[in-house]
């Protein structure tokens, strides 16, 4: 009699834990249900970024090509124009060449305090009919133009290899937005970095202002710099397409690269993928001639290498050379040929420090049918857009 009491209980008592059981699992249903939408309210509120991304893309092109139908060829071709900006000929070279941006160098910041260069960069604008791109190679490591100068930090920018180093991404993060704060302070607005290329190796000539290390860890790292920039509304420039590898130093000697294609693809391609993913405004070719891309022209130069940028890492933003200044272009095709190359190949954006030579030689080109207008059309648009992206104008 006692087993049969026993028996009832334990089945009184299992019948009434299963009731609160299920009480309980669809109170944490219910909870949850509201906590986090459907999958179907989950896939709308995804998708609304991107429909106000698209949204606001259509008002770019729309206002980028209102701009365009209202100018001349001459400035149309000053657009395509980024160039090292000579302080004592600026003024009169934005009247006369409509360029559509000023690169920084040594020049132009030593003997400059914050206020006076800063002065200066907003009377270049004043005298601007289209707003300028001001562009500054601030790197970090070897390579800066302003903090070397303690009127604008006390320290320079440390390498991207310190910084890891030193404080892992974290820090990364930090200096990219210090530097973003300080180059939009003085009216600089686009940083030609970061460096995309991959090197592990200490003889590389690109090696200190790489990641050095491999292509998933370099991946990260650009991806995580250029995040960071357009959260903090600066240009950013990937570079050096399709990846510097061991060669030599273009601003010397041309310099060729036999890797296969297949080498690009799994891993000098894979950092400027992950900068594509984060946002890159821009992207800056070297002056290394691939022979598994184009054995004929340097990547500045081929359009195939374009090619690849647009097809292959299906990249739409502005695509620009390397100064064409450089011993790898100037000592092989001169000064002329090397702007209308650079045109034909499909640059934006042309970095250029012979612009007095090279802006009328391309403008001559359109005009006697060796370029054709739309050319500079499609590149002209995309600068525009980017100015408008980075509210420049």
Same mark, same amino acid.
């Given at each position: 009699?006692?087993?049969?009491?026993?028996?009832?209980?334990?089945?009184?008592?299992?019948?009434?834990?299963?009731?609160? /059981?299920?009480?309980?699992?669809?109170?944490?249903?219910?909870?949850?249900?509201? %906590?986090?939408?459907?999958?179907?309210?989950?896939?709308?509120?995804?998708?609304?970024?991107?429909?106000?991304?698209?949204?606001?893309?259509?008002?770019?092109?729309?206002?980028?090509?209102?701009?365009?139908?209202? /100018?001349?060829?001459?400035?149309?071709?000053?657009?395509?124009? @980024?160039?090292?900006?000579?302080?004592?000929? %600026?003024?009169?070279?934005?009247?006369?060449?409509?360029?559509?941006?000023?690169?920084?160098?040594?020049?132009?910041?030593?003997?400059?305090?914050?206020?006076?260069?800063?002065?200066?960069?907003?009377?270049?604008?004043?005298?601007?009919?289209?707003?300028?791109?001001?562009?500054?190679?601030?790197?970090?490591?070897?390579?800066?133009?302003?903090?070397?100068?303690?009127?604008?930090?006390?320290?320079?920018?440390?390498?991207?290899?310190?910084?890891?180093?030193?404080?892992?991404?974290?820090?990364?993060?930090?200096?990219?937005?210090?530097?973003?704060?300080?180059?939009?302070?003085?009216?600089?607005?686009?940083?030609?970095?970061?460096?995309?290329?991959?090197?592990?190796?200490?003889?590389?000539?690109?090696?200190?202002?790489?990641?050095?290390?491999?292509?998933?860890?370099?991946?990260?790292?650009?991806?995580?710099?250029?995040?960071? /920039?357009?959260?903090?509304?600066?240009?950013?420039?990937?570079?050096?397409?399709?990846?510097?590898?061991?060669?030599?130093?273009?601003?010397?000697? /041309?310099?060729?690269?036999?890797?296969?294609?297949?080498?690009?693809?799994?891993?000098?391609?894979?950092?400027?993928?992950?900068?594509?993913?984060?946002? %890159?405004?821009?992207? @800056?070719?070297?002056?290394?001639?691939?022979?598994?891309?184009?054995?004929?022209?340097? %990547?500045?130069?081929?359009?195939?290498?374009?090619?690849?940028?647009?097809?292959?890492?299906?990249?739409?933003?502005?695509?620009?050379?390397?100064?064409?200044?450089?011993?790898?272009?100037?000592?092989?095709?001169?000064?002329?040929?090397?702007?209308?190359?650079?045109?034909?190949?499909?640059?934006?954006?042309?970095?250029?420090?012979?612009?007095?030579?090279?802006?009328?030689?391309?403008?001559?080109?359109?005009?006697?049918?060796?370029?054709?207008?739309?050319?500079?059309?499609?590149?002209?648009?995309?600068?525009?857009?980017?100015?408008?992206?980075?509210?420049?104008?």
């Amino acid at each position: 009699m006692k087993k049969f009491i026993l028996a009832i209980l334990l089945i009184i008592i299992s019948l009434t834990s299963g009731f609160l /059981m299920r009480k309980i699992i669809n109170k944490y249903k219910t909870n949850n249900t509201q %906590a986090n939408p459907t999958s179907n309210n989950v896939n709308k509120e995804t998708n609304t970024p991107t429909d106000k991304d698209n949204s606001s893309n259509k008002n770019l092109q729309k206002r980028a090509n209102e701009i365009l139908s209202s /100018m001349s060829i001459e400035e149309k071709v000053g657009q395509m124009f @980024l160039i090292r900006c000579n302080k004592y000929t %600026a003024l009169e070279d934005l009247n006369k060449y409509k360029v559509g941006g000023f690169i920084l160098f040594d020049d132009n910041i030593n003997g400059e305090t914050k206020e006076s260069l800063s002065s200066t960069i907003d009377t270049y604008q004043n005298n601007s009919p289209i707003n300028l791109i001001i562009a500054i190679d601030e790197e970090g490591g070897t390579v800066n133009r302003l903090s070397w100068y303690p009127e604008f930090r006390a320290v320079p920018f440390y390498s991207p290899q310190e910084l890891y180093n030193e404080g892992g991404y974290p820090l990364i993060i930090d200096d990219t937005k210090e530097k973003a704060t300080l180059l939009k302070s003085l009216g600089i607005n686009m940083n030609l970095a970061p460096v995309a290329d991959i090197s592990t190796n200490p003889n590389d000539y690109i090696y200190p202002r790489t990641f050095g290390r491999d292509a998933e860890e370099t991946a990260n790292y650009v991806k995580t710099v250029v995040e960071t /920039m357009k959260e903090n509304k600066i240009g950013s420039t990937l570079k050096h397409f399709p990846g510097y590898g061991g060669n030599l130093n273009t601003h010397d000697e /041309m310099s060729e690269d036999n890797r296969s294609y297949e080498s690009f693809l799994n891993n000098d391609f894979i950092p400027f993928k992950a900068g594509i993913d984060g946002g %890159a405004d821009s992207i @800056l070719v070297s002056h290394n001639i691939i022979n598994s891309i184009d054995e004929n022209f340097p %990547a500045s130069l081929s359009k195939k290498s374009h090619d690849v940028i647009r097809n292959e890492l299906n990249f739409q933003g502005v695509i620009m050379t390397d100064d064409l200044q450089m011993s790898a272009i100037k000592n092989y095709y001169g000064e002329s040929k090397s702007a209308t190359l650079a045109v034909e190949s499909g640059n934006d954006l042309i970095i250029s420090s012979d612009y007095q030579i090279q802006i009328p030689t391309v403008i001559e080109a359109i005009k006697n049918g060796e370029i054709k207008e739309e050319v500079i059309d499609k590149a002209v648009l995309r600068v525009l857009i980017l100015k408008l992206k980075l509210e420049i104008i």
